[in-house]
């Protein structure tokens, strides 16, 4: 269902915003919410958040010059109307795909995408370094980040503010709240406060009072002072943004331009002291299914615009995520000191459904990564079973506290590795490339991959069994494989593989879900008469050694797969085969791993075809171990 832009088809350029009456940039929004509506509905991908901040976006670009004026999105999946005024409307319906626009800003897509963002709560950061850097030449433009309340509980946002009045005198913050979380609903009269509180006049005002204060004693310049403060931040709920050092307008109506573009013209003048606004929106503003039902339109696949209803792939297996989730709970019910601990992703890690099991041993500590993993080293060390499920892009940024907290004091943690490998159109910003070399490189820490959901099950059981260090289990985004799960699962060995199939000639070594890759590999080679062992590793740390070194012994040329960066599962291997003086005896290695480049976003097949991680890949790297290189493989792999 298409909507007519008469408007919006003359957009350009944000330049082409501002000239426009507040009456036009109502019509211009409107256009532009249909506009996002009906591109996701054809690509997928976020939703609530972008619908949630248009007539912001239509405001920022029309009272502020944007890209000499830098706008900062935290978390650019609310950027899609963002795109669509800024030059890439033309491309609109490729988001997330191959060779398409990215789901989140990218500074080298358009300058109008100032700093790149996937993560939460870096935006007041990275507009403090362009404060810096803009004082530091000389300029005289604005810089604006825009920031929402869960990101807000995010440690690093308040690292960020409270450092906002010593680096700059010039910086803008505009606080999305499009949970309601800070502020009760905002209307007429609250619109009206955020007004006077950002004019000249106010400001003049304030100002005065403060000269004539500075005639008082100093006790009672001081009681003035906090006297002021705290008058309009009963009025206005901004006193702890006061206190950090910035100047408070707010809350103000996020969706009326009437109340949004004067308030945005104040501050734009305002000099002397940073300045936060709080906006009030909701989430998928102006299209009725996302916003009654929030939490089901903030990520989307492709809908029908009329009904809403998301066009839903054919029911197939469990996902891995829910198979983990099911997991844990049956060990939950096994023992009462298992809990779970999840960074502000209950339904994204399937800890939703233990939650509705165990609502009294489920804690979501909001995007906070560090404090999470921190937080579960702490019940840890009172004796509970803390499972901290992270997405691997997440966990890094809680990395020293995994060091410091958890592994140099041995406590039994067990970190449940979501999004492991590559996440599709998600892209790199998302994808789970680090995590094997970064865990793997802590002394006591047990690092497991999953080669199917079965095994998957099985190291839930394994990690809730040990008790003595910490621990940790990987797996993908998608489907398991549809295997039949056991009633219960038993733990594993510690650092034991096993072997899936025998052969001679090459040793197929597999780190998690590319198993399946390695099976089809070695049928190629059979074809080409040649006999190939494959093995599934189960545990990078501590490897099995005993396996490896008969693997060794019994063939030719020993080939480590996995879904990783460089530096992971085939380092450890490579290590382990050398301190063992395996490699003296001409043994051939290759360590398939994902290429040292951040991969764009594409469909899956497509991105292990890139990485050759994919049957044909595998192929290609036993026959380069074997000295039988062809074209076709040599061209594959180049």
Excluded at 100 to 111: C, I, M, N, Q, V
Excluded at 549 to 577: C, D, K, P, Y
Aim: with cysteine; glycine share 10%; charged share 20%.
């Amino acid at each position: 269902m298409s909507h007519p832009t008469p408007l919006l088809d003359k957009i350009a350029s944000p330049a082409d915003t501002r000239g426009l009456s507040v009456e036009e940039l109502k019509q211009l929004a409107a256009e532009v919410r249909a506009e996002t509506i009906s591109a996701v509905s054809v690509t997928g991908g976020h939703l609530g958040a972008g619908l949630g901040v248009v007539e912001l976006t239509v405001a920022l670009h029309h009272v502020f010059e944007t890209p000499r004026d830098i706008l900062i999105w935290d978390v650019g999946h609310q950027a899609y109307p963002h795109k669509i005024l800024t030059g890439r409307r033309d491309r609109i319906r490729t988001l997330r795909q191959g060779g398409g626009l990215s789901g989140f800003t990218k500074r080298a897509e358009s300058p109008y995408d100032a700093f790149g963002a996937a993560h939460a709560a870096t935006s007041i950061s990275a507009a403090l370094g362009f404060c810096a850097a803009r004082d530091a030449k000389g300029e005289t433009n604005k810089v604006i980040a825009v920031i929402g309340d869960g990101s807000m509980s995010a440690g690093m946002a308040y690292e960020a503010m409270n450092k906002a009045d010593e680096t700059t005198k010039q910086l803008i913050v505009i606080l999305n709240d499009n949970d309601m979380s800070i502020a009760p609903p905002v209307g007429g009269m609250s619109a009206y406060m955020a007004r006077l509180v950002s004019s000249a006049g106010y400001t003049s005002l304030r100002k005065l009072g403060k000269q004539m204060a500075g005639a008082l004693p100093k006790p009672l310049q001081k009681a003035a002072r906090k006297a002021e403060e705290y008058a309009r931040g009963m009025v206005t709920g901004g006193t702890l943004f006061e206190e950090l050092g910035f100047y408070y307008v707010g809350p103000i109506d996020g969706h009326d331009l009437d109340a949004l573009v004067p308030v945005l013209e104040n501050v734009r003048d305002f000099s002397g002291k940073p300045v936060l606004v709080h906006v009030v929106t909701q989430k998928g503003k102006g299209y009725a299914p996302a916003e009654n039902a929030a939490d089901k339109y903030h990520g989307v696949v492709k809908f029908d615009v009329v009904t809403g209803q998301q066009v839903k792939a054919a029911a197939g297996p469990p996902g891995y995520t829910k198979i983990f989730a099911q997991e844990l709970v049956k060990q939950a019910r096994l023992d009462d000191r298992i809990v779970a601990i999840t960074a502000a992703m209950p339904s994204g890690t399937g800890l939703d459904i233990f939650a509705k099991e165990f609502p009294s041993r489920m804690f979501d500590v909001g995007i906070a990564e560090q404090h999470a993993v921190t937080f579960a080293a702490g019940m840890a060390a009172d004796g509970m079973k803390p499972f901290a499920a992270i997405y691997s892009t997440f966990l890094q940024r809680g990395y020293d506290q995994v060091v410091h907290d958890v592994a140099i004091q041995r406590l039994p943690v067990r970190f449940a590795i979501d999004r492991a490998g590559l996440v599709g159109a998600d892209g790199p910003t998302h994808a789970g490339s680090f995590d094997v070399g970064y865990m793997g490189a802590l002394p006591g820490m047990v690092v497991m991959a999953a080669a199917d959901e079965v095994e998957l099950a099985a190291m839930v059981a394994t990690a809730a069994a040990i008790d003595d260090r910490p621990s940790c289990f990987r797996y993908p985004r998608g489907e398991g494989l549809g295997l039949e799960m056991p009633e219960i699962s038993q733990p594993l060995e510690i650092g034991k593989g096993r072997i899936v199939r025998e052969g001679t000639s090459v040793a197929i070594v597999s780190f998690g879900t590319r198993l399946g890759e390695s099976l089809k590999a070695a049928d190629l080679l059979a074809a080409r008469g040649l006999s190939a062992t494959v093995a599934d590793a189960r545990f990078a740390k501590p490897l099995d050694i005993d396996l490896l070194l008969r693997l060794a012994r019994e063939h030719e040329a020993l080939i480590t797969v996995e879904e990783g960066a460089m530096g992971g599962f085939g380092a450890f291997v490579l290590q382990a085969l050398a301190a063992h003086g395996a490699l003296d005896r001409g043994l051939k290695v290759r360590t398939l791993v994902l290429p040292d480049v951040f991969q764009d976003q594409d469909k899956p097949d497509i991105m292990y075809a890139q990485a050759g991680l994919d049957a044909e890949g595998i192929l290609a790297g036993a026959l380069s171990a074997l000295g039988m290189d062809n074209v076709s493989a040599a061209g594959r792999r180049a």
